[in-house]
């Protein structure tokens, strides 16, 4: 029954025995001395120089191969391609924190990032791929007509992504940072160079190869560790199988620890600490100056006295560090009291689904849920920088087997991130919870350092509680090697793996945004007589510049990497899936309809997130616009009302306008494979 | 032969929403629930975790399974099969 392999099969087993045997390679020398600092250059280096290799051996001047990969991708890779065109840094290093922070809640990611595709497979794969364009405007614009619905499509495709490119090179900073201690900033353009190298010289072509190969090693770079720390913990290499009873011994932990009375009383601190700063924010701007007089007081007693310059200095500083005006004092002192507020809480049960005390809360908490999933599966089903990925295998019927493969691939990933979260968790609360601080493993005082784990002893008994521990949720998947006492080397291959979720999916988007400009924008719109030459140029130019100013953003530091990414999925979703949708499955949907639902969706969504999410915008100086939100929804869910209303608003304008005629050859090449005459 | 397309067409779009139902039914309507069925245990797991966390993930991997093993067999039917 087993078919030879094809020659790109064996390249790419190759490819993998060559890893593997480089990360055996690095684990003997290891064992010889080799410093951390080394294996992690050692990966970084190794993994970028083989993208730049598949990017160099791809490059392409064929317009049709830099756009869509020249439509010749088989099923099997072009899913391969997409899962780690799909699964970003967000994915890989944060999810599985997000599940550890929030329990079940945290699985509406994990059921929509997968969800999404059912309704890429049933409503838009295949017919995406039997129009033959090149980019998701490009779908619109034929289906509907017209450049105005192609720029709208632009602007939505370039917002979302944009969003997202930088969320991703944040994370390569991130990466890079921790494991060769470079500077995040040279982080951020070692990953811009990632970037390009996989892009610039073959497009398409280029990023869907090395995009295979990037999947191979995330996968693996996600799998090892917790399979290792799985075999430590049960005896079962599998994570995935016996994770459920480790969750139950998380359970009854959780259920001794939260209600002891050291818990308790540290919780009743942090509720005492919320107060203090809610009542310095009330009686701004006194309470500054108060402050302020009192440490200058403090400091000159300590002068006149006999103290240590040491002591003195950091008064000093302490007192240099003081907010500067009641408005910045304002903004701190919320954010120490917010976080102080979250310590104070009871902490929820890991697997109680729509925690709360009373029925309304628990409600609140399933609407939220509900709402979230919707978004994000949506919103997965109208990224364009997915969709496209369907342009390029050869026939509808590879289109629809490909949505099945890269499901399959995406879903070894988020099937794993749950068990990440709960071994994490039995990690936490079987061997940090109730230790001396003194005594604390070794992985906590490494995280401390970076910033990623603080422990504040605020009832000072020199013994941890879990309301004293805060963990940033990027250190569940990065810390799981030193947890599980495994050699640096896997810390090495966790980063490389990181590094590659990042990358391959800066690439999609990117391609994306290049595409949208130089393909929609420029030849379409501006000059559809320019020569391929010069429409690759232009594109080659755009991708540069576009990553670079990527690139400058992600330095800034803006946001969460997850909330960022989020937003994203409603602004796509709001956008193109309402028009894309009924495009494809409604003959009477107009081109004034299609415009004015996806201009009303996305600004919708925008709008919500705006008011919910932010009080003000400096920069604009405009403030005090924030609203409560609608239902209790969360801003990250905003696109469930954009894409309600965007669905709304096509019925409601097509309805009221006249058909147009010109749809339906178009719908009858769509709907019917190859073209050929029935 | 219009009316063969059409045909075509039809039982394309019907498959399409049973499985969009099918999708719906276990996306939204057993999470739904999943504070009620917690009680149940299975493979260790309370159900509705393990129907957000596991569950529900490979049943959509059976919906897109069947929805291509059936779109074939419907390509076949009307001589739309690629090559």
């Not at chain 1, 963990?471 to 799981?480: C, K, R, S, Y």
């Not at chain 1, 919910?612 to 990250?636: N, R």
């Not at chain 2, 039982?11 to 999470?31: C, D, E, H, N």
Request: net charge neutral.
């Amino acid at each position: 029954m087993l078919r030879p392999l094809t020659r790109l099969q064996r390249y790419y087993l190759y490819y993998t025995g060559g890893f593997l045997a480089f990360i055996g390679a690095l684990a003997v020398l290891e064992q010889h001395g080799m410093p951390p600092r080394w294996i992690g250059y050692a990966f970084l280096m190794f993994t970028i120089a083989m993208y730049a290799l598949i990017g160099i051996v791809s490059r392409t001047s064929d317009v049709s191969e830099y756009y869509v990969a020249g439509r010749r991708v088989p099923a099997f890779f072009n899913g391969m391609a997409t899962g780690a065109d799909w699964m970003s840094a967000a994915s890989f290093i944060g999810m599985a924190g997000t599940l550890y922070l929030s329990g079940f809640q945290g699985l509406a990611y994990v059921i929509g990032w997968t969800g999404g595709f059912v309704l890429v497979a049933l409503l838009l794969a295949p017919y995406l791929r039997r129009c033959e364009q090149y980019t998701i405007p490009d779908f619109l614009g034929a289906r509907y007509g017209g450049n105005s619905i192609r720029l709208v499509a632009v602007g939505a495709a370039i917002l979302a992504s944009f969003v997202y490119v930088v969320a991703q090179i944040y994370g390569v900073g991130v990466i890079t940072s921790r494991f060769v201690s470079l500077q995040f900033e040279i982080g951020v353009f070692v990953g811009l160079a990632g970037i390009l190298v996989c892009s610039f010289l073959g497009g398409m072509r280029a990023v869907t190869w090395t995009q295979v190969a990037q999947y191979l090693i995330l996968i693996v770079a996600y799998i090892t560790p917790v399979a290792i720390l799985s075999y430590n913990v049960t005896g079962n290499p599998i994570p995935q199988l016996v994770y459920g009873e480790v969750l139950q011994k998380v359970t009854h932990l959780e259920t001794r620890l939260f209600d002891s009375p050291a818990e308790v009383e540290v919780r009743q601190l942090f509720h005492e600490r919320a107060d203090v700063y809610a009542q310095k924010i009330m009686q701004l701007p006194q309470s500054l100056n108060n402050e302020r007089e009192q440490l200058s007081i403090q400091i000159n007693q300590l002068k006149a006295s006999d103290a240590q310059m040491r002591d003195i200095v950091a008064l000093e500083r302490q007192r240099r560090e003081l907010p500067h005006d009641p408005e910045q004092a304002k903004v701190r002192w919320e954010a120490a009291m917010f976080s102080a507020l979250e310590r104070s809480r009871k902490p929820i049960h890991h697997a109680e689904a729509f925690p709360g005390d009373t029925e309304a809360e628990q409600n609140i908490q399933r609407i939220n849920f509900l709402a979230l999933i919707f978004c994000l599966t949506v919103g997965t089903a109208a990224l364009p920088h997915v969709l496209v990925r369907y342009y390029t295998t050869p026939t509808v019927h590879e289109a629809r087997e490909s949505v099945f493969w890269s499901l399959l691939f995406i879903l070894l990933l988020y099937i794993t991130a749950p068990a990440y979260a709960v071994f994490a968790k039995h990690e936490v609360l079987s061997h940090l919870a109730e230790i001396p601080i003194a005594k604390l493993p070794g992985w906590v005082t490494a995280w401390t350092k970076v910033g990623l784990v603080s422990i504040e002893d605020i009832n000072l008994d020199g013994v941890l509680q879990l309301a004293e521990l805060s963990l940033n949720p990027d250190v569940i998947v990065l810390a799981t090697p030193e947890i599980a006492g495994m050699p640096y080397v896997i810390s090495g291959l966790v980063a490389a793996g990181g590094l590659a979720a990042a990358l391959s999916t800066a690439d999609g988007l990117l391609l994306t945004i290049t595409s949208a400009l130089s393909h929609d924008v420029y030849y379409r719109i501006i000059r559809p007589d320019a020569s391929t030459q010069f429409r690759l140029v232009i594109s080659k130019s755009l991708l540069l510049v576009v990553a670079v100013l990527a690139a400058t953003v992600a330095a800034e530091k803006p946001g969460t990497i997850l909330s960022m990414v989020a937003w994203a999925f409603s602004i796509a979703g709001s956008a193109f899936f309402p028009a894309l949708v009924l495009g494809i499955f409604w003959e009477r949907a107009t081109r004034k309809g299609a415009l004015a639902g996806m201009v009303v969706g996305v600004s919708l969504s925008l709008y919500y997130i705006l008011r919910v999410e932010f009080d003000s915008i400096p920069w604009l100086g405009i403030s005090g616009f924030g609203m409560d939100p609608w239902f209790q929804v969360q801003p990250t869910a905003a696109g469930l009302f954009g894409v309600v209303a965007g669905f709304a608003t096509i019925v409601v304008v097509s309805l009221m306008t006249q058909p147009e005629p010109g749809g339906e050859e178009f719908l009858t090449k769509i709907r019917l494979s190859n073209g050929k005459d029935a | 032969m219009k009316g063969k397309r059409h045909l075509y067409w039809r039982k394309t779009r019907r498959l399409t929403f049973a499985l969009l139902l099918v999708w719906i039914s276990v996306t939204f309507g057993t999470t739904w629930f999943a504070r009620d069925i917690n009680q149940i245990v299975i493979f260790g797991f309370p159900l509705g975790f393990y129907m957000a966390a596991q569950g529900g993930l490979v049943l959509f991997l059976v919906i897109i399974w069947w929805y291509n093993r059936r779109m074939k067999k419907i390509d076949i039917e009307f001589g739309l099969e690629d090559e």
